[in-house]
């Protein structure tokens, strides 16, 4: 499986952005996917995953109720539409597939879980 992830861009705080990933691969409907983000100086961070199959959703924290993950199936692309953008969603953002275990929550956003991961997207937002 291959990923590219795109979207990103620089936008005002209160602004939104979506971003894709587009993958290859005849059995990506599959895989759980995941968008992870890193910020200078910072660990890179879960933000949201979707599961193959069932499409069941997991959100980190400070993302629930601004950012929604989605997948087209047919199209082989999973999007992240963010709304609500604050200064501290600025990173450099990545989408990640593997098969994580969604029924262990702890386990969804652990970046080890997933197997392939495309290059990052800038996403800036200023205050």
């Known amino acids: 499986v291959q990923l590219q992830a795109s979207g990103g861009g620089l936008v005002q705080a209160g602004g939104s952005l979506r971003l894709s990933c587009a993958a290859s691969?005849?059995?990506?409907?599959?895989?759980?996917v995941g968008w992870f983000r890193q910020a200078p100086g910072k660990e890179r961070e879960f933000v949201a995953a979707?599961?193959?199959?069932?499409?069941?959703?997991h959100y980190e924290d400070s993302v629930k109720g601004r950012f929604t993950i989605s997948r087209d199936n047919a199209k082989n692309t999973v999007s992240l539409q963010m709304n609500s953008l604050k200064p501290e969603d600025t990173a450099v953002y990545y989408c990640?597939?593997?098969?994580?275990?969604?029924?262990?929550?702890?386990?969804?956003?652990?970046?080890?879980?997933?197997?392939?991961w495309g290059q990052g997207t800038q996403v800036t937002v200023s205050s």
């Open positions: 979707i599961r193959g199959g069932t499409g069941t959703t």
């Open positions: 990640a597939a593997g098969f994580p275990p969604f029924a262990i929550l702890s386990a969804i956003g652990v970046s080890t879980m997933y197997d392939y």
């Open positions: 691969g005849r059995t990506f409907g599959r895989y759980g």
